[in-house]
């Protein structure tokens, strides 16, 4: 009787082990197939060039008031425009001016992408909370679960390319992130700031976010190559 029940326990074990290892592969085969698997675990997605626009890497310095530290789970993608019309406000403008301000005294903000029509600049690690969605570090809140996107509107950009460009950011990073179309959120969703204000202000959410799913749509086809 003994024998029968270790057999009938080992058989249970390897059963169970069987299972485990099914579940594994399927929940690799899933991670390679988003790409989640050409990069180490909480590291950040790397990218260097959406389609033809530069992603131009300059974190700011470890240990800085503007970045926290720690890693955290990406839920959202969370959308600003930097509200800077003055002529020359472009990315680049901005990273000099995250930099600057990363260790000031009072009114520290920070976020990971800054988009102009040309150019992206990348100012923090995606896996990084920020200081961007004006909700502290709420749990499952802007800063703390949210990638920071800002949108130039300088005055001597081009807005309707900052908005493509932007829609491309949004849908690789959805991609690379595992995330869904749904994730997208607007600053005004985690503080009541009307943020991105031009966007909002023109009715045009919707008609971005549908334009970040499409291109989402042809990522996932062609396999985010």
Known sequence: MAKTNRKTRGGRIRRAGIVLALMAVSFLAGMWTHGALDRPLFADAGLTYIGDIPVLTNYI?????????????????????????????????????????????????????????????????????????GDGMEPNGGNQNGIGIEMCVNEDGDYEQTLRNAEQLCARLLVEYDLKPAALRRHQDFSGKVCPAKLIGSGRWEEFCAAVEQQYDALRAAGAQ
């Open 61 to 133: 310095p470890a240990g800085s008031r503007a970045r926290p530290g720690g890693l955290r789970e990406i839920k959202y993608l969370v959308i600003h425009e930097t509200d800077n019309f003055a002529a020359g406000a472009d990315a680049a403008a901005h990273d000099s001016f995250i930099h600057q301000n990363a260790d000031a005294a009072s009114g520290v903000v920070s976020w990971h992408y800054t988009v102009d029509d040309h150019q992206i600049c990348h100012h923090l690690p995606d896996n990084e909370p920020a200081y961007h969605a």
